[in-house]
Structure formats: structure tokens, C-alpha cells
């Protein structure tokens, strides 16, 4: 059973559409991350969140952190081919606990 | 670049046999993950050892064992190998004890291949 699940699976969009994927969860988490990985290489961390309601951007990225801290959302506005990569959500459900990953959202966006 | 170097990147070997896994954290980084990355399960957390202990231990066979040197580097073993073995083996660093808030810097990665 995964701890994590992560919607879409796959997402193929044309540059400049906007979208949202999600992270979810039954469990309550302390923090969460978004990791961004490309093909032949590690996940690269894009944000942390760890208040509930909590909002952050960056750049053309939303991220949202659940109010009761089980899911999480990021939502990509105007995609660009370069947003093109895995999406992972991982969470740890107590400090010092090693974190989770989700099966992760594949996005292509093409031009 | 992480900081975080992986070898070998690439590894083909036969079912049955063993294999090591070797990283070496980012300088300073005290704990070190492994990580295992399949298409059907997703990047899976097998174990965690932080300044030379064990702290956490996820999804690792038995077959697997990993241990971290004095100098902080790791070394993953993987023994009598099955083709399901076959994935994506990262290993990750981080300053802090626990990965929660801290961030995970990863490696690029060893690809296994069991045939």
C-alpha cells in the first residue's frame, strides 16, 4: 500500500496550458516536499511545506499544503517544454523519520 | 550536481550473484539514505544510516545489507540477486538527522540490470 498517492500518473499538456497534481494521503504529515526528477538523473528538491494551509510559490509553481496536512497540490501556470519531468511528493510523518515518496506524476509538455 | 557521487552507474550481472553499491555523501552531510526507483513501485526508502548507524530501515530484503564507513561514505550489498532486483538505486545525503524538513540531496543514480 502506497503512503502516497499521487494524481495523475501521466499528464500531456502544449505549452502554456496550466495544471494541477496531486499529492494524497490518509495520514497526517509534519512536512512535505516536491522533487523534481529528470530522466538519468536524482530528484531535485523544487519546496517544503509544513504548515497546514500553508501556500508557497515559485515562480510559474503553486504548492499547497492540506489544512489538515494529508495532501498537498502543486499546480504549474503557462507549462513551458522545460517543466517537463517526474513530480514527486514525499512526506515524513514524524521529525527524524526518513521520507516517503509517492509514485510521482510524469509531466511532457510539448511546444 | 548534488554533491553526492554514485558508482557504478550502470551495473549488468546475472541472477544469483552480488553486487555493491558504493556512495559518497555531500562534505559535511552526516546522514545518508538509500533508495530504490522501479517503474511499477516507485522510488522506495530501504534504509538510512546517519555518522556511521543504522537509524531507519524501510523496505530492504534480507538478501540486502548497506553499511557506512568511518569517512561517511556507504556502501550498499546487494546478494543473490533476482531479476526483480533489477531498478534504480539512488542514494541520497543530508545535513540533518532526519529528512523531513531537511532537504535530500540525491545521486544520479546505479542502474541495475539482473539477467
Known amino acids: 500500500t502506497q503512503l502516497l498517492e499521487q494524481s495523475p500518473q501521466f499528464l500531456s499538456i502544449q505549452e502554456g496550458e496550466n495544471l494541477t497534481v496531486y499529492c494524497n494521503s490518509s495520514?497526517?504529515?509534519?512536512?512535505l516536499q516536491w522533487y523534481r526528477q529528470e530522466p538519468g538523473e536524482g530528484p531535485v528538491l523544487l519546496v517544503t511545506v509544513v504548515t497546514g494551509g500553508e501556500v508557497k510559490k515559485l515562480k510559474r509553481l503553486t504548492f499547497q499544503f492540506g489544512d489538515a496536512r494529508k495532501d498537498s497540490s502543486l499546480h504549474i501556470t503557462a507549462a513551458q517544454p522545460g517543466d517537463t519531468g517526474l513530480y514527486l511528493c514525499a512526506g515524513a510523518r514524524n521529525s527524524g523519520y526518513a521520507l516517503n515518496f509517492g509514485k510521482g506524476t510524469s509531466l511532457l509538455v510539448t511546444p | 550536481d548534488s554533491g553526492v557521487t554514485q558508482t557504478p552507474k550502470h551495473l549488468i550481472t546475472a541472477t544469483g550473484q552480488r553486487v555493491t553499491l558504493r556512495c559518497s555523501p555531500r562534505?559535511?552531510?552526516?546522514?545518508v539514505y538509500w533508495y530504490q526507483q522501479s517503474l511499477d513501485q516507485g522510488l522506495q526508502f530501504l534504509i538510512q544510516y546517519y555518522n556511521g548507524e543504522e537509524r531507519a530501515k524501510g523496505n530492504i530484503l534480507e538478501r540486502f545489507s548497506a553499511q557506512q564507513f568511518p569517512d561517511l561514505h556507504s556502501e550498499l550489498n546487494l546478494s543473490s540477486l533476482e531479476l526483480g532486483d533489477s531498478a534504480l538505486y539512488f542514494c541520497?545525503?543530508?545535513?540533518?538527522?532526519?529528512?523531513?524538513?531537511?532537504?535530500?540531496?540525491f545521486g544520479e543514480g546505479s542502474r541495475l540490470t539482473v539477467l
Open positions: 541520497a545525503s543530508s545535513a540533518l538527522l532526519g529528512s523531513n524538513t531537511g532537504e535530500l540531496f
Open positions: 495520514s497526517v504529515f509534519s512536512s
Open positions: 562534505s559535511g552531510d552526516l546522514s
